[in-house]
């Protein structure tokens, strides 16, 4: 199973992941996604799931191929199910 990454989303655009305790860019996120990881972006004030933001940029500035689109769609919706359930 792969790992899951979490990263925080700052309001100036600024993406900061905690497992490489380093700021990141959309580029290295998409490399992540690419290699099949899960990306989970976390809203630094709220505490929000803004994943669903970050990929429609990550859609503005990259091609992402179908088959990895339907995947990230995929895992974000089971995510959103999993924690409508446990609320």
């Not at 490399?31 to 990550?58: P, Q, R, S």
């Amino acid at each position: 199973m792969k790992k899951n990454f979490i990263i925080t989303y700052y309001k100036n655009r600024k993406l900061y992941s905690h497992d490489a305790s380093r700021y990141v860019n959309l580029s290295e996120c998409k490399e992540l996604i690419d290699a099949g990881y899960n990306v989970k972006f976390i809203a630094h004030k709220t505490g929000e799931d803004v994943t669903e933001h970050c990929l429609k940029e990550m859609l503005c500035k990259f091609s992402i191929p179908k088959n990895i689109l339907i995947t990230i769609v995929k895992g974000v919706t089971n995510e959103s199910t999993k924690e409508s359930i446990t609320d």
